[in-house]
């Protein structure tokens, strides 16, 4: 008999479970999926030219979480399936209970029947929390790989906030394609650091379909890069999986959904950040890795800051800009922007809170223990002008950026304005070049 099934997602994750597991499979029928994290995201429905017009002709409607409860009764759910990322081991469970007092029954799909198998040699990129520095890991892996005249591939976990069909395969080369993508902030985020350093990034809804186009990408594809999100682990299978951890959070890396799966199945673990972090904390972050996996070659990383125009913190009032995710859901009280205007002697942070407005005061509600910085959100239009608002509304000297982007490209700043960027630097070894080198020999791609 056909099963019922609720797939609780927030746009990524759960499509591609939907794809890989539920697709065409006559034996389930998907009545919903819910929706989480992400703003605006319920209300839409995922289209039957994705879903399959064969058992799909209508498509599947998507809701608010908070509706899961009714949704399983109403609808006669057997089975809900949990799909979504960076979430506490208590809030699962507690959603689980939920679901299990509605009667159904709470699943996790897992690698084997979600991962996609790739042609090309495939390392993958994970992390144990939002914000740990595994993108700044992965544009360290290309590099090398690249000065070793290897053509990377990159696919990044996806982000479909807008028209899921236009958003089946996504190309990026260049950062006129960011625009014709429509993309939001958080998307520009993870794109554009990567086609302005010279090599070709891919996204969007079917990832089966994305990987192929990948692998004949008419620049070329030696190898491909997963660029995982939040702290999920890949959708691809991969022959090399580097996870990184973060001891500015020691405990997470065993204490978050799916987090945990990273850190068990890497290879290679980068713990990020050891150049502020207390050696107490790293210590700590080292013990937990070791007892899930002691197998895995660990890496020390650092992320070195860099500042344009350090004149216009020192004794001045800031507004820090920092990356959004890692704030909000990541729920890091601080980001590099912050830890840049301390290093640099700024007079005064400014809480932005008093002058927020729409969508980024909606975000403060829901994230109040936000530090004393501005979350550059953008999921769309309405968020966008916000942020905009907001930092013409917040009385400073000078906005401090610490956004992967050149933000004042997206949103008018009618204050001065300070860059602060930062890279994975690898201390003594291994490093991720010797682990490379090696990678490089067994599957024979010297050039």
Not at 36 to 46: N, S, T, V
Not at 156 to 176: C, I, S, W
Not at 258 to 274: H, L, Y
Not at 407 to 432: A, C, F, H, M, W
Request: net charge negative; glycine share 8%; with cysteine.
């Amino acid at each position: 008999m056909k099963k019922n099934v609720i797939i609780i997602g927030a746009a990524g994750r759960d499509f591609h479970n939907f794809n890989t597991y539920f697709r065409g499979n006559a034996n389930y029928n998907v009545v919903a999926f819910t929706a989480a994290q992400i703003p605006d995201i319920d209300g839409r429905k995922y289209p039957k030219e994705l879903a399959g017009e064969d058992l799909y002709p209508a498509g599947i409607p998507i809701h608010a979480e908070e509706d899961l409860p009714r949704l399983i009764k109403e609808l006669k759910v057997d089975d809900c399936v949990f799909s979504y990322s960076d979430v506490p081991y208590p809030r699962v469970m507690n959603l689980s209970a939920v679901v299990n007092a509605a009667g159904a029954n709470f699943l996790l799909l897992g690698p084997r029947d979600t991962m996609v198998s790739s042609t090309k040699p495939l390392i993958a990129v994970g992390a144990t929390r939002t914000g740990c520095g595994k993108s700044q890991t992965s544009r360290r892996i290309i590099e090398i790989l690249m000065e070793k005249g290897l053509k990377v591939v990159a696919v990044r976990h996806p982000m479909p906030y807008g028209d899921l069909n236009a958003q089946k395969v996504q190309r990026f080369a260049t950062v006129e394609d960011l625009k014709k993508h429509k993309c939001t902030i958080e998307e520009m985020e993870e794109y554009e650091p990567h086609v302005v350093r010279g090599n070709v990034i891919y996204a969007g809804v079917d990832y089966e379909a994305i990987l192929r186009e990948a692998e004949k990408d008419p620049s070329g594809c030696d190898v491909i890069l997963w660029d995982g999100g939040n702290n999920d682990f890949p959708f691809y299978k991969p022959d090399l999986m580097i996870g990184v951890a973060d001891p500015l959070r020691p405990g997470a890396e065993v204490s978050y959904y799916p987090g945990e799966v990273v850190a068990r199945m890497s290879d290679v673990i980068v713990i990020n950040k050891i150049d502020s972090a207390s050696l107490e904390n790293i210590n700590a972050v080292r013990a937990n890795l070791a007892k899930v996996n002691p197998g895995a070659i660990i890496v020390d990383g650092a992320s070195p800051l860099t500042v344009d125009k350090p004149e216009l913190i020192r004794g001045k009032k800031v507004l820090v800009v920092e990356d959004g995710p890692t704030l909000t859901h990541g729920e890091m009280k601080i980001g590099a922007g912050v830890v840049a205007a301390l290093k640099h002697g700024a007079g005064e942070l400014v809480d932005p809170r008093p002058y927020t407005v729409g969508k980024l005061s909606e975000t403060f509600r829901i994230y109040p223990n936000i530090g004393t910085l501005l979350p550059a959100m953008g999921y769309g239009e309405e968020q966008v002008r916000d942020l905009e608002k907001t930092i013409e509304n917040t009385p400073c000297d000078a906005v401090v950026i610490a956004t992967p982007i050149d933000l004042s490209r997206i949103v008018k700043i009618n204050k001065p304005t300070v860059k602060v960027g930062y890279d994975l630097q690898e201390i003594g070894t291994p490093n991720l070049t010797g682990i490379l080198d090696e990678f490089v020999k067994k599957y024979n791609l010297v050039k």
